[in-house]
């Protein structure tokens, strides 16, 4: 049985008009119901696709934004350390600070330049700057690798003195550079100020006890022989 294609009534077999709206009717332009089966199943695929599609595009995205999550929080939360491992971090900051300030007196000697109480400032000082810059990013160096750790509950003041310890030690570095750049007196004074207020907070710390000076040396010629290699 055929179907009118204007109104979609049933036609009678071999009449030439739908006896519903009268519209003429060419064999040919019969609907069967297998024609009128195929646009639902074609809007059943198109209209499935594209829910199927966004369904998997939100999994996607949740996954990505977990992992976003999930990578943010580990590089911005500070790794918790348990006391030996903040011990043995702490006593490494100290003698790379030391190692540090040793290198920047080398350079003093080899420039010939005497760095002395009340100083008088000569062009040559300059030699010292780059030397200085080099401190001041070994001070920022082991400021970052403090920041990323959380000590032990009854070591977070020991924490809070060492980054204490080590910005006023940056200031140190910070202001003997300028006085090497321009002969600033002002420099050289806050220089002295600081270099004082590092070493204040140094003694302050636990990690410079007796108990601890073998454990430093030890640290020292092994972190000295690998720095100068």
């Not at 010292?128 to 403090?146: G, M, S, Y």
């Not at 220089?191 to 030890?218: G, K, M």
Request: with cysteine; hydrophobic share 35%.
């Amino acid at each position: 049985m055929g179907y009118c294609i204007k109104c979609g009534n049933a036609l009678k077999p071999g009449g030439n008009f739908c006896g519903h709206c009268g519209f003429a009717i060419e064999k040919n332009e019969e609907i069967t119901p297998e024609i009128l089966q195929q646009p639902q199943q074609v809007t059943t695929s198109v209209a499935t696709q594209p829910k199927t599609a966004r369904k998997n595009n939100k999994i996607w995205m949740a996954i990505v934004l977990a992992l976003a999550v999930f990578i943010v929080y580990q590089v911005v939360t500070p790794k918790k350390l348990t006391e030996k491992e903040f011990t043995d971090l702490s006593i490494e900051i100290i003698v790379l600070n030391q190692i540090a300030q040793d290198k920047f007196r080398q350079a003093i000697k080899y420039s010939d330049v005497p760095l002395s109480l009340d100083p008088e400032w000569t062009p040559e000082y300059k030699k010292l700057v780059t030397p200085a810059e080099k401190l001041i990013k070994d001070f920022e160096a082991n400021t970052k690798r403090l920041k990323k750790v959380k000590a032990p509950e009854h070591l977070q003041f020991e924490q809070e003195n060492l980054q204490r310890m080590l910005h006023a030690y940056k200031n140190m570095a910070v202001h003997i550079r300028s006085y090497a750049e321009s002969g600033d007196e002002n420099d050289y004074e806050l220089y002295e100020e600081y270099e004082n207020r590092a070493e204040d907070y140094l003694e302050d710390s636990i990690f410079v006890a007796e108990r601890y000076e073998d454990t430093i040396r030890e640290k020292y010629m092994k972190l000295r022989l690998n720095t100068y290699e």
